[in-house]
């Protein structure tokens, strides 16, 4: 198994920046993919990035890219997102998730990770 602790989470005005970080343990080796995910009051859980272990290749929804980032620190077992020019329209709980089976094509499926993180709050005020 492998246990996915995320952290950074926050209230932040819009224009803002925020770090998530997301720490992971237990079978790390079995990790070939990650990403996170987000779940606004109401809404459905969407895609946010993701990012192959293996060899740092990335996936962002197009809502997010050219102002998030993500990366991961193998020596850490960690994974980071960076979020700039944040929105209101970003407010939500942010999830990270680790797979086994990473694909380049069905990164966006939350059904192509094996295990999730409790979740960060993010809250981006007008």
């Known amino acids: 198994q492998v246990q996915l602790v995320e952290s950074g989470g926050g209230l932040v005005q819009a224009g803002g920046s925020l770090r998530l970080s997301c720490a992971a343990s237990?079978?790390?080796?079995?990790?070939?993919?990650m990403g996170w995910f987000r779940q606004a009051p109401g809404k459905e859980r969407e895609f946010v990035a993701a990012?192959?272990?293996?060899?740092?290749?990335?996936y962002y929804a197009d809502s997010v890219k050219g102002r998030f980032t993500i990366s991961r620190d193998n020596t850490k077992s960690t994974l980071y997102l960076q979020m700039n020019s944040l929105e209101p329209e970003d407010t939500a709980v942010y999830y990270c998730?680790?797979?086994?089976?990473?694909?380049?094509?069905?990164?966006?499926?939350?059904?192509?990770?094996?295990?999730w993180g409790q979740g960060t709050q993010v809250t981006v005020s007008s």
């Open positions: 998730a680790s797979g086994s089976r990473f694909s380049g094509r069905y990164y966006h499926l939350s059904g192509s990770y094996d295990y």
């Open positions: 990012i192959r272990w293996t060899d740092g290749s990335t």
């Open positions: 237990g079978h790390t080796f079995s990790v070939s993919g």
